[in-house]
């Protein structure tokens, strides 16, 4: 995690007025910025397919970091960063991912976490349980 990140983002949002009485926070966040925080802390080796290791370079490297699919050319296989990680499956983009980390770092409750970010509590407590299980395994 980067505490750097999360502090300007808290202060962004402290200077907002939107703490406490959150409205959708994601539409105040950078869809690009918070690809980028999640390649960082997804994929610290850079863009590399996440099945076989081989490095991705050129075109491929520029698809995989704007968060497209890429097919290998060592494996065969296609991939997107997320795959094979603890969002591999998730279908929140980018801002919502990084909206319920950031809250549930807070501590604040389900409720508003899931209100902030525009998902449902139910993926808002599978998240906080995938997101502490990952932390705990690092």
């Known amino acids: 995690w980067n505490n750097g990140i999360f502090q300007t983002i808290g202060e ?5 007025n939107l703490l406490p009485g959150i409205a959708d926070i994601t539409k105040h966040l950078d869809e690009e910025a918070c690809r980028r ?5 997804l994929r610290p080796d850079g863009p590399r397919c996440p099945h076989c290791g081989a490095v991705l370079n050129g ?3 520029s698809s995989f970091a704007t968060g497209r699919r890429v097919h290998c050319r060592d494996c065969g296989r296609w991939s997107h960063y997320r795959t094979g990680t603890v969002l591999s499956r998730s279908a929140a983009d980018d801002r919502q991912l990084f909206a319920v980390a950031y809250l549930l770092r807070l501590g604040l409750p389900v409720r508003v976490i899931a209100a902030a970010s525009g998902v449902s509590d ?3 407590y599978r998240w906080r349980k995938t997101l502490l299980t990952a932390q705990e395994d690092a």
């Open 37 to 41: 925080f999640w390649m960082d802390a």
């Open 12 to 16: 962004d949002l402290t200077s907002m």
């Open 59 to 61: 075109r491929q490297a």
């Open 122 to 124: 139910d993926s808002v």
